[in-house]
């Protein structure tokens, strides 16, 4: 055998060794920790927390330290949360390449939850928006809790004094996913045809609306309980899943934004305006590449079409959480509340969740 060939076998199988010693390194699950004690001068709270990854029995409800805010930090006192997918995906870990944000072995944050509604209780001394008593929402990681302790120039906002804590809780990722989707990737126009597949969900409910109040001709993807639902919300066209498909339908959209991945990125296609544009939300299953799976048949196939098909990953800001406000305070968005769970029943709200069929969002009722 030549000696390059030698080299490159060699090379071969260094590469699957190092690939191999990393996936198990990614994978691996440590054992569950007891609780970190909380020093009896503490302040407590209670909250749902977790050492390991894993289904919800690895989430604790539990008193813990009570969070003291830095100087430019606000301590808000938590009335409402949400549930997100992206709550069960950290708490599982899964798919395994988050693990290198959220911690290997296990998690690094003990808390879980994101988006919260609630009533500043304190703020640093550096702090100049906000004052104890203003009533806020945003996203922060650890919002299933009494208190949560949030950055002044994070995703926080003041609540418009008539929405409830519940819908602005509700709000934050779902709605903020919604409204960069149409306004800042897919840049809707009033006229424009926009088919959201999956409307009925946490996102889909969001952007049937945003969309709408943008001035477009909606379509909303559904099943046959959901589809006065979303009629309601505002879309001009529903498609029943279970009766009818859209990507039969001989009608073409300027934007899609697909939720749910049960259609191929080419059967789409054909239901793309030349110059429309696809955006994927949320990935699919698997705890290796399945999540990613779209997003890469994406990126490949975008240099070979007219149309554009990308994949959005939200960022949470104070200025997209103030327009949500808006929004809200105008009537154009009104939030789905699914159903609400206590603070103590957060294991069953996000079982509820991971069952995929909630109509809008899940409140956990924190106060």
């Keep these: 055998m030549k000696l390059r060939n030698k080299i490159a076998i060699g090379f071969l199988l260094f590469l699957l060794l190092i690939t191999t010693a990393l996936a198990i390194v990614i994978s691996y699950d440590s054992a569950c920790e007891p ?39 606000v301590l808000v006192r938590v009335v409402a949360a949400a549930v997100n997918p992206l709550d069960w995906h950290f708490m599982r870990g899964t798919p395994y390449f988050i693990r290198l944000m959220s911690g290997l072995g296990a998690p690094d944050n003990l808390g879980v939850g994101v988006d919260f509604a609630g009533t500043v209780e304190a703020v640093g001394a550096k702090v100049t928006r906000f004052k104890p008593g203003d009533e806020v929402f945003g996203g922060e990681s650890g919002a299933f809790a009494e208190y949560v302790a949030v950055h002044e120039g994070g995703a926080l906002a003041l609540k418009p004094a008539d929405v409830s804590f519940e819908a602005a809780a509700s709000s934050p990722i779902a709605a903020i996913t919604a409204l960069q989707a149409l306004r800042d990737v897919g840049k809707v126009e009033p006229g424009q045809k926009v088919l959201i597949n999956g409307a009925s969900g946490g996102v889909g409910t969001f952007a049937v609306q945003i969309a709408k109040a943008l001035g477009a001709d909606v379509t909303g993807v559904c099943s046959t309980r959901n589809v006065e639902m979303v009629r309601s919300l505002g879309a001009d066209h529903v498609f029943d899943y ?33 110059d429309g544009m696809f955006i994927i939300v949320g990935g699919g299953n698997g705890d290796w590449l399945g999540p990613m799976m779209r997003p890469i048949k994406a990126m490949l196939l975008s240099p070979f ?38 603070l103590r029943d957060v294991p069953a709200a996000i079982r509820h969740s991971e069952d995929g069929h909630a109509r809008g969002k899940i409140i956990i009722d924190v106060e």
């Design 35 to 73: 609780a970190p004690a909380v020093p009896d001068s503490a302040e407590t709270m209670k909250a749902i927390a977790f050492s390991c990854y894993g289904s919800t029995d690895v989430l604790r409800f539990e008193d813990v330290e009570k969070p003291t805010p830095a100087d430019d930090q």
């Design 305 to 342: 079409v007219d149309q554009e098909f990308v994949m959005l990953l939200a960022d949470m800001s104070r200025e997209n959480l103030i327009t949500l406000g808006e929004f809200m305070q105008s009537g154009k968005v009104t939030p789905v509340i699914d159903s609400h769970f206590s």
């Design 242 to 274: 279970t009766k009818e498909n859209y990507i039969e339908s001989g009608e073409q959209f300027d934007l899609i934004i697909d939720m749910v991945g049960n259609h191929s990125l080419l059967a789409n296609r054909r239901v793309l305006k030349p």
